[in-house]
């Protein structure tokens, strides 16, 4: 009996071994189309140079519907958008129009040892009527 429970405690050792090796030996690397994100500081994001408002959606002005929508995207090492995806939704409606608004937005993207790299933010789009 003792023999059994020796043995499958090194057995449990030498299978759970190799999996903590492999994670520790290989950290993952997020990557947008293979350029390396820039390390979040604290601070340091990337600049809007262009935001046009979002419309707002027939629907919803009609009901009075107001409230903040969040998206998460990462910004390209050019400036452009991608990746939109809705954080926290209003109306199907408002979210739609904040990411047709958003995909439009351009950036001055962050510069990390003298090259700019891609970054995922979140940005906050208000719908106010006023």
Known sequence: MRRSRVLASVLAVLFALPVQLVCRDTPAQDTYKGDAFCTPR?????????????????KDRK??????VVLSLIVTKEGDTDEINVEKSLTPGLDK?????????????????GKTCPMK????????LY
Not at 63 to 68: I, P, S
Not at 121 to 128: N, W
């Open 42 to 58: 604290r601070g340091v994001y990337p600049h809007r140079t262009y935001t046009p408002d979002p419309n707002y959606d027939d």
């Open 63 to 68: 009901k009075r519907v107001q409230g903040t």
């Open 97 to 113: 129009e904040a990411v047709k608004a958003v995909s439009r937005w351009r950036f001055e993207p962050v510069a990390e040892d």
């Open 121 to 128: 933010i979140k940005v906050e789009v208000e719908f106010r």
